[in-house]
């Protein structure tokens, strides 16, 4: 014991000695300040504390994990140095016995890192202690939170990583190893969970295996709402103790193995099991004198090329024979075996496996940041390699000039970077190839993607590695500031730096659409690039003049070198890589500064603010209400302008007239020539704030009309920040007109009158910058909100569009003609039916799938390749069209357009105009065959869409609490009627067991009843299932009854505008008074039911009936705004099931179901297999899988 | 010959204040040159200034018309170089990491690289395990192939710092060899405590010990210096320290339970000694103890 303690004080006082110890402390120190300040932003931005108990938490567990670089560093180092620096021999011949030496490092280890982490604590009790922070973000401190913090996270997380990186490097006997197995430990956090969790959905599963922990809090804190955030600790629950626990043990497991296997002697070359053996012979004493042959040296170009060639080799050879390399291929056959899962889209449902989508995936943010890891990682090794092996003094008397090293080695780099590409490309063919898509593979595209744009990226982060290695010259402190930085990179934008100038590397993303390729950002991408490659070439000087070369590594000594190397030709190098940063650092801020309005996000909420301050007194001024729109858009696809030539008819509905009309133009057009059909002037003209005000000569009066003409024009000038806009582009150009959201790129047309929808929302940006507080939403009581027209309003729209002569222009309405002239096609679309003011209009090159529902027709406008679909989307058109005609009201258009646009990435953006609906490339690719479960995907989501066609555009709900239960809700609801009608209860049942498992991810259990939500779980999970329960329970059509009378009464061209008061109303009126708790329980309040059946037990009772008796548990439970639930009495009835071995229902019945334990028998028809309560989930229960069992048989009848 | 290394006023300080070298001045014609001189006198840091691994804070160093210290560059590609302590790449083939370096020397043509690695690993007697991963080499072993390093392009300043520590008797005697044979027609110099390994090969030595040379010789004249003046006998062991107190001890030797004294005197120092023939040993141990140096602050000996 006392020699374990003698080795452990050895090991802790030579790492505490050490100056990468303190420089560490301190790393984790201003970590944790970093961390502490973004969230400060982001916390006084959604107003909770950024001291909470949970923050505490997430920021230790994330600084825990960032320590995993060091721990690798400090424990690889623990577990080696004896061998590195070669006093193993002497150490394993002292009377030290094994068991003593491992633990004594290991503990001291150990103790280093738990000792560095209190660091977090410190920090973030620093953090609270800065000046000048708001007091509203600062929550009261919690000490224990502190403690939880440590010592439920930090350090079991520690003592793990210790545990494992130890062992790791114990038994390989390299460093280097630890380093991978760092990688490993960091990245299992984020694959359980997101893979075993968000994309399994096995979420208790997901829980426990991640070693650090992050599962279970994040899910804790995706769960919490503002409230919980500021007042709970983090329960000590069993999710948490399990996992803490179970991680512990396999630390201890691990190291148990380690002292197993580490063999307590000289370490012989090679590994274990293939020692080379080399025979010591005695060398003969006869001298024979000298016989080397002279070679000719030369010392040439031709040589120098030579020289690169073998240290590049030679270096790539090391770098791709290290463990740590092995990470790539394990990657790539980890992407291979989950890519299925990776590239699914909502709802699990499989997605497309274009080489689009799979080079996104493969250049995407977790490898990415796995390969950074990597380079940092290398860069240290081949700095480093020559030193490691003590063999510098050797390599660096040969003739070879520093920069030839230099060279040489980040080639290494390149061509390992390279490789990796080549696998990661070999790995995504292979997906395709797998998945049926080889004949889309497109290798052009791949080799653009991953040696385009991201091996470049990849290299001027080597080149930034490179530069801190050298500078720095200590390799552990550089890995980690290499690391930092790069992880300081990502998290910028939250730190407030936006500018892609500042940010080294930063270039507006790529883009890739089927339709458009890879768009406008090309240019931006490249000028951003060229400036960041000057960079890198400076940085490259920089290594050259700085390369450790020798043994002089004193600051003053090393400058000197640095000078002496600075000759003629670094000093060209250097300038040309300042002439790359000035003039294309230059050019790109004409573009993005000049050319362009930049503004950062804080600049951005400011000017919502100012003009909120400016402008919001006009609020509630009565203004006229727009009643008809006539547009002429002419787009110019291949110059990514467009212009627009407008007019609004506006209808003074108010009673007061009306003498001045305020404009409220779009920031991202010029908008001109706004004249009235009567004399008018400008009294306001406020540029910068898009704000206009006009008198008019004579006043409209109450219902008299007024008409404003106006121009918009859209030409981009050079790119900004973000890269250049694409809402007009080759092919695919498309804008909008949404009346309930004035801001957005896409959005030109001028509003009328000040638009709330531009004010900043979020109560803590408001209360930053000083504005009032206000209510996000008005209450549902809010009578004046119930009747406020703007916004909803209905329309005529008259629309030409004039695009090029092979595109195809789109709008809502009846085509009534299209013309070519001077080489262009016009098409003139004019609605044949009052629509909402929301609408959008498109030009691409499209094939048009056309179909007949009745006298609608029905057109399907689709790039040529993406078929695949059209089918099934034409199906649940057609399908819903009968379903909502028959059940609720007639569709009021005779056309219905389906429209795809250009997109990146898996959303599936689907939006419903009326009349219109749009779906982005990733819908039109989904692959419902190959969903192993069966579930129809694009008829589904389509049917909610057509729903949308009713609740929305017909039923338009009134804009305070719970109005998305009106459309979201409502709409789900009856694509659910759809589905069963035309696919069946089964495939109904299979959707929403899919829907349902949505349940059991992480998301707020804190809620407001159904009634008054505005969450978006809740209208699209929890507001279906409400609806479908009472359907359940009083009845289809019964349920239909009530939303037709909705239909009905509320005309949306009267105020005031229906509410889920009015829904709530009209289904208690279909609802008998016996069902009447029921729905209460489902929309006026919160209500979890938990129903068990424990056993099911059946016995033959003659004529081929049995008896079945149930033994069920059954709970109730209300929640509230806290998250709280508690139990409460339960008088229900519930419905009760018994099913053959066929699966075929044999009995269901309504049982009147109270709390607690409670047995129910019952006569069946037939021998049942399965049986229990509410066997389709009607009712919200998280343990849905308990419902019903197998049923158990007696032999004999009763007796 | 004209190849000669010009060592002038050197001086070195490390930033915890040792002196590692002070005003050293030599001259090392071609040939075999050893630098004789116990741990830490400043041998290595001396050697690897030589080996444009460290700079001077004062003087200078030429090798012939080079200047060492300005002109790095140039005289790598003369020099061949084998540290005192080093290490290998573990997981690489003898005959591969010979190649690279040989590739690195300059030598670029692909047969005579060939020709030199083989004749390098077959002098080094490496050549039966040149296949063999370096990391499962022996002590010895790895010194050879570093000298078989030092050695490809034929360098004409050779530098080995202490090889001999780690080699057995047979291969320390072969390495000699070799050294000698090299120092036909290059400057070598050979740093090292092991006074044999000078007296029998080089042909002109140096002492140093704290940074300073104290003697400056070749060695045959340097111990002929010395004829007539060492004394030896063999006394108890509790004679000792009278001995110490009244003479210059050279060195003392047990020798079966007794002690064999050897003193420097000009004359005899008292009829219980008998002369004895002077030998390197005996010049080392006068010059670290200073006698040798009574004559002189530096000595130049037959010069």
């Not at chain 1, 293939?274 to 000298?290: K, M, N, Y």
């Not at chain 1, 057609?878 to 059940?887: C, G, K």
């Not at chain 1, 609740?951 to 069963?980: D, F, K, N, R």
């Not at chain 2, 040792?18 to 050293?24: E, M, T």
Request: charged share 20%; hydrophobic share 45%; proline share 5%.
């Amino acid at each position: 014991m006392t020699k374990t303690w003698e080795v452990f004080r050895f090991e802790l006082g030579f790492q505490m000695s050490r100056v990468s110890t303190r420089i560490y402390f301190a790393l984790f120190l201003s970590l944790a300040l970093l961390m502490s300040f973004a969230i400060y932003m982001d916390a006084r931005h959604d107003g909770y504390f950024f001291n909470a108990p949970i923050v505490t938490s997430l920021i230790t567990i994330i600084t825990s994990m960032v320590s995993l670089l060091v721990t690798s560093g400090v424990a690889g180092d623990a577990a080696t140095r004896d061998g590195q620096v070669r006093i193993d021999s002497l150490l394993y011949t002292t009377p030290l016995r094994k068991a003593s030496y491992l633990a004594g490092r290991f503990l001291g280890a150990f103790a280093v890192t738990a000792l560095l982490l209190l660091a977090v604590p410190l920090g973030l009790l620093l953090a609270t202690r800065v000046p000048g922070i708001d007091p509203a973000a600062l929550g009261p401190l919690h000490v224990e939170a502190y403690l939880t913090s440590y010592f439920l996270f930090a350090l079991p997380n520690a003592f793990l990583a210790t545990a494992v990186l130890f062992s790791l490097a114990t038994i390989s006997r390299s460093a280097v190893t630890a380093y991978a197995g760092a990688a490993v430990l960091f990245f299992s956090a984020f694959i359980t969970e997101g893979f075993i969790g968000a994309k399994l959905g096995k979420w208790g599963l997901a829980k426990l295996l991640d070693p650090l922990g992050y599962t279970p809090l994040h899910a804790l804190w995706m769960s919490f709402n503002t409230l919980q955030k500021n007042t709970l600790l983090i329960p000590l629950d069993q999710t948490l103790l399990s996992n803490r626990l179970l991680w512990i043990g396999v630390a201890i497991a691990v190291l148990a193995i380690a002292h197993l296997r580490f063999r307590f002697a000289y370490a012989t070359g090679g590994r274990t099991w293939r020692r080379t053996a080399v025979s010591e012979e005695t060398p003969a004493i006869r001298w024979t004198g000298l016989t080397i042959p002279a070679a000719r040296r030369v010392f040439g170009p031709a040589t120098r090329l030579r020289q690169m060639r073998a240290v590049a080799m030679r270096s790539f050879r090391e770098l791709v024979m290290s463990k740590a390399w092995l990470l790539v291929p394990l990657t790539a056959i980890l992407f291979v075996s989950t890519a299925a899962e990776v590239l699914e889209v909502e709802l699990g449902t499989p997605g497309a496996a274009t080489t689009a989508r799979v080079a996104e995936v493969l250049a995407a943010g977790e490898l990415a940041r796995m390969i950074a890891i990597l380079i940092a990682i290398s860069a240290g090794e081949l700095v480093w390699r020559e030193r490691d092996a003590r063999m510098n003094a050797i390599a660096d008397v040969t003739p070879v000039p520093e920069w030839l090293s230099f060279l040489g080695k980040f080639l290494a780099l390149g061509l390992m970077l390279a490789l990796t590409e080549a696998i990661f490309l070999a790995s995504g063919v292979g997906v395709q190839w797998m998945m049926g898509f080889a004949p889309l593979v497109d290798l052009g595209l791949y080799v653009k993607t991953l040696f385009g744009f991201q091996l470049i990226g990849f290299l001027l982060f080597a080149a930034l590695a490179m530069v801190i290695h050298v500078l720095v010259n200590q390799k552990y402190v550089a890995n980690v500031l290499a690391i930092l930085a790069y992880v300081a990179l990502q998290m910028a934008r939250e730190l407030g730096v936006e500018h892609n100038l500042l940010l080294y590397g930063g270039a507006p993303e790529w883009t890739y659409s089927q339709m458009n390729g890879f768009g406008p950002q090309l240019t931006a991408w490249g000028w951003f690039t060229f400036y960041w490659s000057g960079w890198a070439l400076l940085f490259g000087v920089v290594t050259y003049l700085f390369w450790m070369r020798g043994e002089e590594r004193g600051l003053r000594t090393r400058l000197a070198f640095a000078r002496r190397r600075l000759t003629r030709g670094p000093a060209a190098a250097g300038a040309l890589a300042l002439a790359i940063i000035a003039g294309a650092g230059g050019f790109v801020f004409y573009n993005t500064n000049v050319l362009n309005r930049y503004s950062t996000d804080a600049e951005q909420e400011e000017w919502r603010a100012e003009y909120e301050r400016r402008y919001g007194r006009y609020a509630s001024l009565p203004q006229p209400l727009l009643a008809a729109t006539k547009l002429r858009v002419d787009f110019q696809p291949q110059r990514g302008s467009a212009e627009i030539r407008g007019s609004y008819r506006l209808e003074n509905r108010s009673n007061t007239a009306i003498d001045t009309i305020h404009l409220v133009t779009s920031p991202s057009v010029e908008t001109s020539g706004v004249t009235f059909d009567r004399p008018s002037r400008v009294t306001l003209h406020d540029q910068d704030f898009a704000y206009r005000i006009y008198s008019l000569g004579k006043p409209i009066q109450p219902g008299e009309s007024v008409h404003v003409n106006f121009a918009v024009r859209h030409a981009p000038r050079g790119f900004t920040n973000r890269g250049r806009s694409d809402a007009v582009v080759g092919n695919g150009s498309w804008i909008q007109h949404r009346a309930e959201q004035a801001h957005g790129a896409r959005q030109w047309l001028p509003f009328v009158g000040y638009q709330t929808s531009r004010e900043l929302s979020n109560p803590g940006a408001r209360r930053k910058l000083g504005l009032r507080e206000r209510k996000d939403i008005p209450p549902l009581e809010d009578v004046a909100a119930r009747s406020d027209p703007r916004g909803r309003e209905k329309i005529a729209l008259e629309t030409i569009i004039g695009t090029d002569a092979e595109q195809t222009g789109v709008a809502p309405g009846e085509l009534r003609r299209t013309w070519s002239e001077n080489g262009r096609r016009y098409f003139h679309y004019i609605t044949d039916a009052p629509i909402t003011n929301s609408y959008a209009i498109y030009s691409a090159r499209y094939a048009v799938q056309r179909a007949k529902w009745r006298d609608v027709d029905i057109e399907i406008l689709h790039h040529p390749a993406h078929t695949r679909n059209l089918g099934r989307m034409l199906q649940s058109v057609r399908a819903s069209l009968d379903y909502h005609t028959r059940h609720y009201s007639p569709y009021p258009h005779r056309q219905l357009r389906l429209v795809e646009y250009p997109s990146t990435g898996r959303g599936l953006g689907l939006t419903s105009f009326p009349g219109l609906i749009e779906y982005s490339e990733a819908f039109a690719l989904v692959r419902p065959e190959d969903d192993a479960r069966k579930i129809d995907f694009p008829f589904a989501v389509m049917g909610h869409e057509m729903g949308h066609q009713w609740w929305g555009h017909q039923l338009m709900p009134a804009l305070v609490e719970g109005a998305p239960v009106l459309s979201e809700s409502l709409a789900w609801y009856s694509a659910m009627m759809v589905i069963e009608e035309t696919h069946g209860r089964e495939h109904l049942m299979r959707l929403v067991d899919i829907m349902r498992s949505e349940f059991l991810a992480p998301h707020m259990t804190a809620e407001v009843p159904l009634m008054r939500t505005f969450d978006r779980f809740d209208a699209y999970r929890v507001g279906p299932f409400a609806m479908y329960a009472m359907r359940e329970s009083v009845g289809e059509e019964q349920v239909n009854a009530a939303l037709r009378t909705m239909l009905a009464k509320y005309d949306p061209a009267r105020t005031p505008f229906p509410t889920t008061l009015d829904l709530y109303r009209e289904l208690r009126a279909v609802t008998p008074p016996a069902k009447h708790a029921l729905l209460k329980d489902l929309f006026e309040e919160i209500t979890f039911w938990n129903l068990r059946t424990k056993k099911a037990h059946a016995r033959p009772a003659g004529n081929g009936t049995y008896r079945l008796t149930l033994e069920i548990d059954a709970e109730k439970l209300k929640g509230n705004a806290l998250g709280r639930e508690r139990p409460v009495p339960m008088h229900d009835t519930i419905v009760v099931a018994a099913f053959d071995a066929a699966g075929k229902t044999i009995y269901r019945q309504e049982h009147p179901i109270r709390s607690g334990a409670q047995t129910i028998t019952i006569t069946v028809p037939g021998a049942p297999a399965r049986a229990g309560l509410d066997p389709d989930h009607a009712l919200l229960d998280r343990r849905p899988e308990d419902n019903d069992v197998a049923t158990g048989f007696s032999p004999s009848p009763a007796g | 010959m004209s190849f000669e290394l010009r060592i002038e006023h050197l001086s070195k300080t490390y930033p915890n204040g040792v002196k590692a070298l002070q005003d050293v001045s030599l001259t090392i014609p071609g040939g075999m040159f050893g630098l004789l001189g116990p741990n830490g006198a400043g041998k290595s840091t001396l050697m690897r200034m030589l080996a444009t691994l460290q700079e001077p804070d004062e003087g200078t160093i030429r090798l012939g018309e080079l200047d060492i210290v300005r002109q790095k560059e140039a005289v790598r590609e003369t020099l061949g170089y084998l540290p005192q302590d080093f290490g290998v790449y573990r997981n690489v083939a003898a005959d591969k990491l010979l190649e690279h370096f040989a590739i690195l020397e300059g030598i670029t043509h692909r047969g005579e690289r060939k020709a030199v690695v083989e004749a390098l690993l077959r002098q080094t007697n490496l050549w039966e395990v040149r296949k063999q991963k370096l990391g499962g080499y022996s002590g010895g072993m790895r010194q050879r192939f570093g000298i078989a390093i030092a050695l490809l392009g034929n360098p004409k300043l050779l530098i080995v710092d202490e090889p001999t520590a780690g080699l057995d008797p047979a291969e320390r005697v072969r390495f000699l060899n070799l050294l000698s044979e090299l120092g036909e027609n290059s400057v070598v110099i050979l740093s090292t405590h092991i006074v044999e390994d000078v007296s029998e090969l080089c042909t002109r030595m140096a002492i140093i010990n704290k940074g300073r040379i104290l003697l400056e010789a070749e060695p045959l004249p340097a111990v002929a210096e010395m004829q007539g003046r060492v004394w030896e006998r063999v006394v108890a062991r509790e004679e000792l320290p009278a001995i110490e107190r009244d003479y210059d001890l050279l060195s003392t030797k047990l020798l079966s339970g007794r002690t064999l004294v050897r003193v420097c005197s000009d004359s005899q120092p008292s009829p219980a000694f008998h002369a004895v023939e002077p030998d390197l040993q005996d010049v080392y141990f006068s010059v670290m103890n200073g006698h040798y140096a009574r004559r002189g602050n530096v000595l130049q000996v037959a010069r």
